[in-house]
């Protein structure tokens, strides 16, 4: 029988007030672009059986014995190809998102605290889940950065948050937003930057919207991820009032040798070129910041495979990043999962009845 080891719990306060947080979750970065950095970051995200699904013995020999000898070194050199001054990309648009969040509830005099983590690698979830405990925190809002949901990383999240919580004795109170794929602030949100791309750089022939791939066989074991990836897709060409000749879907960053979600988008974009549709518009709807998954694989490596195959004009579209549409929808998303908790900041006379509650209790005892 599975025996928890608790963590030290913060002293407990009778007639404690309820606080409450948003912990904004994304997927995880190396802490630096080096081979050592890479290869553990590497090691705890394949190292996830949500995210690989094959016998665990198996993967684990195939794991330690060959990729995190080889692809370590690999992916170093391309993280640092998009590596900035203040560190990478993705952790970088995640503390602006949460930090401009933040600014959203603070203007509404909302007294809602919004931190960040990531699934894997740091900070981590299990840190800052600590110490929003240790700061008195009583309920939390678990928001991913996957608008999709998937097994490989919505859940994964969860998991985590559920792992911290068989080491816990007194749990504060959670909710989940499994996803938002649909949801009018973030189809509004991406119309607006295809908008605001399109006023500035023009119209092309094609928008492709690329999305991440997860191997086939999840779709039929009933994951939803591939459904709404294209109804995404269909909400934001509708917004756009994009005909269906007009935009495609495509999934990306195909990992080994299964078969993942089709079509590809390397693949797609080269056979555009081949039928001479000359300019390309590109956007990654599935990423809500910027990662090596759009700057490296897509605007490098996916603009080059389709300038050589004949295309003349390639523009990746940004993610939605700290853009102030995507911040009032991410504090619209938070409004309708904060429902009935309340957001206001107690006021000096809820405080003292709370403490005079709290020394009549501990008289009595």
């Known amino acids: 029988m599975f025996k928890p080891t608790f963590k030290p ?42 995210v690989v699904e094959i016998p665990r013995l198996v993967w684990m020999v195939i794991l330690h014995g060959i990729i995190l000898r080889v692809r370590p070194a690999k992916s170093a050199a391309k993280y640092a190809t998009i590596w900035g001054p203040e560190g990478s990309p993705l952790k970088v648009w995640t503390n602006k998102q949460s930090t401009a969040l933040q600014a959203a509830f603070n203007a509404q005099g909302e007294s809602v605290t919004v931190r960040y983590a990531m699934r894997y690698g740091n900070p981590s979830i299990d840190s800052q889940l600590d110490a929003l405990k240790a ?6 809002l678990i928001l991913p ?5 998937s097994g490989t990383t919505t859940a994964s999240v969860m998991d985590a948050v559920y792992h911290w919580g068989l080491r816990t004795r007194l749990l504060p109170e959670f909710r989940f937003i499994n996803h938002y794929h649909d949801h009018p602030a973030y189809i509004h949100a991406l119309a607006e930057g295809v908008r605001s791309h399109w006023a500035q750089h023009g119209q092309g022939e094609r928008l492709v919207m ?18 709404e990836c294209y109804k995404t897709a269909r909400l934001l060409a509708e917004a756009l009032k994009l005909s269906k000749e007009q935009y495609m879907v495509t999934f990306q960053s195909r990992f080994g040798k299964a078969k993942w979600l089709e079509p590809y988008t390397e693949p797609s974009l080269i056979a555009l070129a081949q039928q001479e549709i000359k300019r390309v518009d590109l956007i990654c709807p599935g990423f809500t910041s910027d990662c090596l998954e759009t700057l490296e694989e897509i605007s490098q490596e996916a603009r080059e495979a389709y300038l050589n195959a004949g295309g003349e004009v390639f523009h990746y579209i940004h993610c939605l990043n700290d853009s102030a549409t995507w911040i009032q929808g991410l504090h619209q998303l938070c409004h309708s999962h904060l429902t009935g908790w309340p957001l206001d900041t107690p006021n000096a006379q809820q405080l003292q009845i709370s403490q005079a509650h709290a020394l009549e209790l501990g008289a009595k005892k």
């Open 9 to 50: 719990e913060p002293a407990f306060t009778h007639g404690q007030a309820p606080r409450t947080a948003v912990l904004l979750c994304n997927l995880g970065t190396p802490d630096e672009p080096t081979a050592a950095a890479v290869r553990r970051y590497l090691a705890e995200f394949l190292g996830d059986p949500r």
């Open 135 to 140: 700061e008195g925190f009583t309920r939390i």
């Open 145 to 149: 950065a996957y608008p999709q949901y």
């Open 210 to 227: 690329s999305f991440h791939g997860v191997p086939e066989r999840t779709l039929h074991l009933g994951d939803p991820y591939h459904c």
